[in-house]
């Protein structure tokens, strides 16, 4: 996979994408508000009931991951980017990290993520993987989580292939992708030949069950007047007995 995602640039987005305030991501009162707060929104498709073990696949920077803290007992965070996992760890031992949001040109200020309110992160763990070559000793989980992951792998397949053994009977995934693939992350030959949606149904029909399908809108501020506003389709499955 192009390991585009060590850059200083990319960290800082994602730091305000995951933790910044609607001041500090979106500055114009006729901004897409609705768009922020991504990470939180995708979990809140879980069941409100608490869980033993929760798996948090392309967990970034990590927002989604503390949020997952709340109602689960062990959360595992796992991205391929190595500077997004030290960010989300220095969050996680010290509770803040600092960085710089940029505004224009090469005009910067300094900003601080901090956790979560109500997140519980002694009971995180972040690790540096590849979510097509995932170890066995992960084990199962109750819940599997993976935003804007699918359309970003090679070998999309090899994940879905794996999420049967992942989730545990009854346990509950939620995919999140905004649809975008691209050649240089996904040779078009291991792209959907129809449409995602469907595609993901034929993948996971033998071991999961659809549960509901929807629209999430999310964010990420490059500068001050420059922003990716896209639409993630988020799916919910719940595996079969």
């Given at each position: 996979m192009a390991n585009v995602y060590e850059s200083d640039q990319l960290l800082s987005e994602y730091l305000l994408m995951h933790y910044g305030s609607e001041e500090e991501i979106m500055p114009w009162k006729f901004g897409p508000k609705e768009a922020i707060g991504f990470p939180a929104r995708t979990v809140a498709y879980f069941p409100e009931e608490n869980c033993d073990r929760t798996l948090d696949l392309g967990c970034a920077v990590g927002r989604s991951s503390f949020e997952l803290s709340r109602s689960s007992a062990e959360v595992i965070g796992i991205d391929f980017s190595q500077s997004f996992i030290d960010a989300a760890e220095t969050l996680r031992s010290s509770g803040q990290h600092d960085?710089?949001?940029?505004?224009?040109?090469?005009?910067?200020?300094?900003a601080?993520?901090?956790?979560?309110?109500?997140a519980i992160p002694e009971r995180v763990r972040f690790l540096q993987g590849d979510a097509m070559n995932l170890p066995d000793s992960l084990g199962s989980f109750?819940?599997?989580?993976?935003a804007n992951l699918i359309c970003r792998l090679p070998e999309p397949q090899k994940l879905?292939?794996?999420?049967?053994?992942?989730?545990?009977?009854?346990?509950?995934?939620?995919?999140?992708?905004?649809?975008?693939?691209?050649?240089?992350?996904?040779?078009?030959?291991?792209?959907?030949?129809?449409d995602t949606f469907s595609w993901l149904k034929d993948e996971?029909?033998?071991?999961?069950?659809?549960?509901?399908?929807?629209?999430?809108?999310?964010?990420?501020?490059?500068?001050?007047r420059k922003f990716q506003w896209t639409v993630s389709l988020v799916s919910v499955w719940k595996r079969k007995a």
């Amino acid at each position: 996979m192009a390991n585009v995602y060590e850059s200083d640039q990319l960290l800082s987005e994602y730091l305000l994408m995951h933790y910044g305030s609607e001041e500090e991501i979106m500055p114009w009162k006729f901004g897409p508000k609705e768009a922020i707060g991504f990470p939180a929104r995708t979990v809140a498709y879980f069941p409100e009931e608490n869980c033993d073990r929760t798996l948090d696949l392309g967990c970034a920077v990590g927002r989604s991951s503390f949020e997952l803290s709340r109602s689960s007992a062990e959360v595992i965070g796992i991205d391929f980017s190595q500077s997004f996992i030290d960010a989300a760890e220095t969050l996680r031992s010290s509770g803040q990290h600092d960085y710089q949001i940029l505004e224009t040109g090469k005009q910067s200020r300094p900003a601080t993520a901090t956790l979560p309110d109500g997140a519980i992160p002694e009971r995180v763990r972040f690790l540096q993987g590849d979510a097509m070559n995932l170890p066995d000793s992960l084990g199962s989980f109750d819940r599997v989580h993976a935003a804007n992951l699918i359309c970003r792998l090679p070998e999309p397949q090899k994940l879905l292939q794996r999420l049967g053994s992942l989730v545990r009977p009854g346990g509950t995934l939620v995919l999140a992708t905004p649809c975008t693939w691209l050649d240089e992350f996904t040779p078009p030959a291991n792209q959907p030949q129809s449409d995602t949606f469907s595609w993901l149904k034929d993948e996971l029909a033998e071991h999961f069950e659809l549960c509901s399908q929807h629209d999430e809108p999310f964010l990420i501020r490059e500068t001050a007047r420059k922003f990716q506003w896209t639409v993630s389709l988020v799916s919910v499955w719940k595996r079969k007995a």
